[in-house]
């Protein structure tokens, strides 16, 4: 069970406000201070410093933050495993839009013929909601397509996924689409801020002293095949990964944009709190679940 002084700190940490944290605990300001107080005595370790008006973590108090979720994480998990102890394996896990749309019903599929007694439960969230999700041990483990710190969490690469500029099949451009300058007149279909989709783009961007904002319209959407099909129909163009839209291109429904100057990729990943005492059973089911992959594959 985990210390009720543990939730205290990590409830200042999701916060970084004392007030903030007391009242979500549903205890006294004071009663917050001293179990911050208890835990630094503790570690003899300061956990907290001000700058200016605004509250930190220093190092420590990373260190154990960054510790707490992993057990937090571990207990619920172990609570979870527990009250399903004489029902069979469960799975519970989260997968980015892109991994959970496009790869993980074939998987999914090739899995529960081979372990057809496992409880499934699956979320397809982004990037950003995976995350939060996985350090309040919602789940155990993510596959994800964004970027996360890799301080903080184990990790498997789990493939290698070209990220592409598609367009609808006669869609008019107003410049000769050659160069990622020539598509700042056009309308950009673009997913919501968290989506690992979405950072990919921003940061080769960024990276080139460029911006989201060079677009001159933009329409954000949370869901992959809206802007499938957005693209399809000729309302804008937008950048996905190749792997998304692999039977769209062979079809002919959609079209790569021939840039020259823009090449990118990124690993899809499979990750887990790091320092989990399940790390052995999560890497097991990396290569359960990669090893369905490479029959997809085949």
């Not at 009242?23 to 956990?47: D, G, M």
């Not at 000769?176 to 300058?181: F, H």
Request: proline fraction near 2%; include cysteine.
């Amino acid at each position: 069970m985990l210390d009720f002084r543990i939730e205290t700190f990590l409830a200042v940490c999701r916060f970084m406000n004392f007030t903030r944290a007391s009242e979500q605990l549903n205890i006294t300001q004071p009663a917050v201070s001293q179990h911050i107080r208890f835990l630094e005595n503790h570690y003899q370790a300061k956990l907290f410093r001000y700058e200016g008006k605004k509250l930190q973590l220093t190092r420590a108090g990373e260190i154990l933050r960054s510790a707490s979720l992993t057990m937090m994480h571990d207990e619920l998990s172990m609570r979870n495993q527990m009250q399903k102890a004489d029902t069979g394996e469960q799975i519970r896990f989260g997968a980015t839009r892109t991994v959970g749309d496009v790869l993980m019903g074939k998987i999914l599929k090739r899995y529960l013929r081979e372990y057809p007694d496992a409880d499934i439960h699956m979320i397809v969230e982004n990037t950003r909601e995976l995350l939060r999700q996985l350090d309040e041990g919602a789940i155990d483990f993510a596959l994800v397509e964004g970027f996360f710190k890799k301080n903080e969490y184990d990790f498997q690469k789990f493939s290698e996924e070209n990220y592409i500029a598609v367009a609808g099949p006669d869609y008019p451009f107003r410049n000769r689409p050659d160069r990622i300058e020539n598509l700042f007149q056009e309308r950009l279909l673009l997913r919501e801020e968290g989506s690992g989709t979405r950072e990919v783009l921003e940061r080769w961007l960024e990276a080139q002293n460029l911006g989201i904002g060079d677009f001159e319209r933009i329409v954000e959407a949370g869901s992959l095949h809206t802007i499938k099909e957005l693209t399809k129909a000729g309302c804008g163009i937008t950048f996905l990964y190749e792997v998304a839209v692999k039977e769209d291109l062979e079809k002919g429904t959609l079209v790569k944009i021939p840039l020259q100057d823009f090449r990118a990729s990124h690993e899809f990943t499979f990750i887990w709190r790091r320092g989990s005492i399940y790390a052995d059973r999560y890497r097991e089911l990396f290569r359960r679940f990669s090893g369905q992959a490479a029959l997809h594959t085949l």
